[in-house]
């Protein structure tokens, strides 16, 4: 009780000091801002002034509060680090503004944002304490439901992150495990038809099975080029042309046929690729079967370039002509006019005066520009 | 050395491919000494008949053990051993010590070609240039024959 007393004096002589009609004292008892005062000089440092808004703030009278420390605020939640702070402040004499929390009378909690400021007489003495309250109760509620909404988005975010990795490495793995396949099987039935040829005696079939395995093999080139770049979407015609004349030479044992090539590189759609192959591989087989017969030698010339908005595919021979080679192809020839409908592409073939000289037309859309 | 013609171990699970590669490597002036399908049966059959060249490929019927294969057939059995794959962007950089691959699909113009010029290239110790197309040869295999100023074209 002596520690009462000696607190009602002190706020008496506080009050008696700064005059009782002071508006500025007026003023801090009726302000919304809880504030309060305490008696540095006295041990423990006890509240000898509080406003009604701190009472309303906190749930007490203002007899249970004078005279007593204020860390009767503080509660099991309260952050020991800041209450330390607090103290630490305190005891130096400094100021010190802190977002702690609080607990009101009824045991209920509320985020305070306080401000401690030390009050020191003519000699420097430090004679006081002056510390106000204000409730960010809502504002540290939002503030938490920010932080938690902005960590469940993150983690949403890593979630659906790993899921599409996932995806696409399962995406990844199986075009592996189908172009494996596919090439395996191109590789199968190429065995498949070659081994048939080398049982077969008749000519005429031997002429028939080679030329399907030409175009076999001009779907495997196909293949082979598709997976070897990283764009598995495009498909460059001009390296293709330069594999399948490299084969068709190799394979035709004609050292007296002589190849020139002007090639533009020019890419198409993926889905293009194998017919247009096709068309090619046709195209050149032709001319190897017929326009050269009887060791006649010569020379074939393959073009590929971009005009305005199309591709033109030019392959001219310079042998016996047209008249006596279009004769004997006839599913060759079918090939091709059925593949050019497919394509849109129109072929045009004329006299090259000597040899035959056969233009493809294929519009670009859709193609890179 | 390699004065005859070379003999080869084919290492492939498709035996109809196998029969059809036999049938090349006469074509190319080699000749086949055996073939196994599984990777157990290519090393026992690179111990017993010391093939100078194995053409491996990477699946085998135990699985995608033909680059171990590979490994050991060059480290054990002094062969130099070439790979035969659908899947040559899967080998690793160093090509587990083969000289090279061939990817599949090929053409029996392409293997002859390439089995043709690394049969010079072994004999000589030289390339008699770049390789041709359809061949990859290893970085290592490409300057052990004189090519590491011209890079090999990738086939």
Same mark, same amino acid.
């Given at each position: 009780?002596?520690?009462?007393?000696?607190?009602?004096?002190?706020?008496?002589?506080?009050?008696?000091?700064?005059?009782?009609?002071?508006?500025?004292?007026?003023?801090?008892?009726?302000?919304?801002?809880?504030?309060?005062?305490?008696?540095?000089?006295?041990?423990?440092?006890?509240?000898?002034?509080?406003?009604?808004?701190?009472? $309303? *703030?906190?749930?007490?009278?203002?007899?249970?509060?004078?005279?007593?420390?204020?860390?009767?605020?503080?509660?099991?939640?309260?952050?020991?680090? +800041?209450?330390?702070?607090?103290?630490?402040?305190?005891?130096?004499?400094?100021?010190?503004?802190?977002?702690?929390?609080?607990?009101?009378?009824?045991?209920?909690?509320?985020?305070?944002?306080?401000?401690?400021?030390?009050?020191?007489?003519?000699?420097?003495?430090?004679?006081?304490?002056?510390?106000?309250?204000?409730?960010?109760?809502? #504002?540290?509620?939002?503030?938490?439901? *920010?932080?938690?909404?902005?960590?469940?988005?993150?983690?949403?975010?890593? +979630?659906?992150?790993?899921?599409?990795?996932?995806?696409?490495?399962?995406?990844?793995?199986?075009?592996?495990?189908?172009? $494996?396949?596919?090439?395996?099987?191109?590789?199968?039935?190429?065995?498949?038809?070659?081994?048939?040829?080398?049982?077969?005696?008749?000519?005429?079939? #031997?002429?028939?099975?080679?030329?399907?395995?030409?175009?076999?093999?001009?779907?495997?080139?196909?293949?082979?080029?598709?997976?070897?770049?990283?764009?598995?979407?495009?498909?460059?015609?001009?390296?293709?042309?330069?594999?399948?004349?490299?084969?068709?030479?190799?394979?035709? &044992?004609?050292?007296?046929? +002589?190849?020139?090539?002007?090639?533009?590189?020019?890419?198409?759609?993926?889905? #293009?690729?194998?017919?247009?192959?096709?068309?090619?591989? +046709? *195209?050149?087989?032709?001319?190897?079967?017929?326009?050269?017969?009887?060791?006649?030698?010569?020379?074939?010339?393959?073009?590929? #370039?971009?005009?305005?908005?199309?591709?033109?595919?030019?392959?001219?021979?310079?042998?016996? &002509?047209?008249?006596?080679?279009?004769?004997?192809?006839?599913?060759?020839?079918?090939?091709?006019?059925?593949?050019?409908?497919?394509?849109?592409?129109?072929?045009?073939?004329?006299?090259?005066?000597?040899?035959?000289?056969?233009?493809?037309?294929?519009?670009?859309?859709?193609?890179?520009? | 050395?390699?004065?005859?013609?070379?003999?080869?171990?084919?290492?492939?699970?498709?035996?109809? !491919?196998?029969?059809?590669?036999?049938?090349?490597?006469?074509?190319? /002036?080699?000749?086949?000494?055996?073939?196994?399908?599984?990777?157990?049966?290519? @090393?026992?059959?690179?111990?017993?008949?010391?093939?100078?060249?194995?053409?491996?490929? @990477?699946?085998?019927?135990? /699985?995608?053990?033909?680059?171990?294969?590979?490994?050991?057939?060059?480290?054990?059995?002094?062969?130099?051993?070439?790979?035969?794959?659908?899947?040559?962007?899967? !080998?690793?950089?160093?090509?587990?010590?083969?000289?090279? @691959?061939?990817?599949?699909?090929?053409?029996?113009?392409?293997?002859?070609?390439?089995?043709?010029?690394?049969?010079?290239?072994?004999?000589? /110790?030289?390339?008699?240039?770049?390789?041709?197309?359809? !061949?990859?040869?290893?970085?290592?295999?490409?300057?052990?024959?004189?090519?590491?100023?011209?890079?090999?074209?990738?086939?």
């Amino acid at each position: 009780m002596t520690d009462l007393i000696q607190s009602r004096r002190a706020a008496e002589a506080l009050a008696a000091g700064q005059g009782s009609d002071d508006p500025f004292a007026a003023a801090i008892g009726a302000t919304r801002m809880a504030m309060i005062v305490t008696d540095a000089t006295q041990a423990d440092n006890p509240i000898i002034f509080a406003n009604d808004a701190f009472l $309303h *703030l906190t749930g007490y009278g203002r007899d249970e509060i004078i005279g007593r420390n204020c860390r009767f605020l503080q509660g099991p939640d309260t952050d020991p680090a +800041e209450r330390a702070r607090l103290r630490a402040a305190i005891q130096a004499g400094e100021d010190i503004s802190s977002e702690i929390l609080n607990y009101r009378k009824n045991g209920t909690s509320f985020w305070n944002a306080l401000y401690i400021s030390p009050v020191r007489d003519e000699t420097g003495a430090l004679t006081h304490f002056f510390a106000s309250q204000l409730d960010i109760s809502d #504002k540290k509620r939002t503030q938490m439901m *920010l932080s938690d909404s902005q960590h469940g988005l993150e983690q949403l975010v890593a +979630e659906r992150t790993q899921e599409l990795t996932q995806a696409l490495e399962q995406k990844t793995a199986l075009l592996h495990e189908v172009d $494996h396949r596919v090439k395996n099987n191109l590789q199968l039935i190429s065995s498949l038809l070659l081994l048939q040829n080398r049982r077969v005696s008749d000519p005429a079939v #031997k002429a028939a099975m080679r030329a399907m395995l030409d175009r076999v093999n001009a779907i495997a080139t196909v293949h082979r080029r598709l997976f070897q770049s990283d764009d598995v979407e495009r498909f460059d015609v001009s390296a293709f042309v330069r594999d399948l004349v490299a084969d068709v030479m190799g394979s035709s &044992g004609r050292n007296d046929i +002589e190849f020139s090539l002007d090639l533009e590189r020019v890419d198409v759609a993926a889905a #293009k690729a194998a017919p247009l192959a096709l068309v090619i591989s +046709e *195209l050149l087989s032709n001319c190897m079967r017929h326009a050269f017969p009887d060791g006649r030698p010569g020379r074939i010339f393959v073009g590929i #370039k971009r005009t305005n908005g199309d591709f033109r595919i030019e392959i001219a021979d310079d042998g016996v &002509g047209i008249e006596s080679s279009a004769k004997s192809s006839g599913f060759g020839l079918t090939i091709i006019q059925l593949l050019c409908q497919q394509l849109k592409a129109k072929s045009e073939t004329t006299d090259a005066q000597p040899g035959t000289r056969v233009v493809i037309n294929l519009p670009v859309n859709g193609a890179r520009p | 050395m390699y004065e005859q013609s070379l003999g080869v171990l084919i290492v492939e699970d498709e035996v109809l !491919l196998a029969v059809e590669l036999e049938f090349l490597l006469e074509e190319a /002036g080699l000749h086949s000494v055996g073939h196994a399908m599984s990777s157990t049966e290519a @090393v026992t059959l690179a111990h017993d008949l010391n093939p100078d060249l194995a053409l491996v490929d @990477v699946h085998l019927c135990d /699985g995608p053990t033909g680059v171990d294969v590979a490994r050991k057939i060059h480290d054990d059995c002094g062969a130099v051993a070439l790979f035969m794959t659908a899947n040559v962007k899967r !080998l690793p950089d160093d090509f587990a010590g083969a000289c090279g @691959v061939i990817g599949k699909p090929y053409s029996s113009h392409g293997v002859k070609t390439a089995l043709e010029y690394l049969t010079i290239c072994m004999r000589q /110790g030289q390339a008699p240039g770049p390789a041709p197309i359809g !061949l990859t040869l290893s970085p290592q295999y490409a300057a052990l024959w004189g090519l590491d100023a011209v890079m090999p074209k990738a086939g």
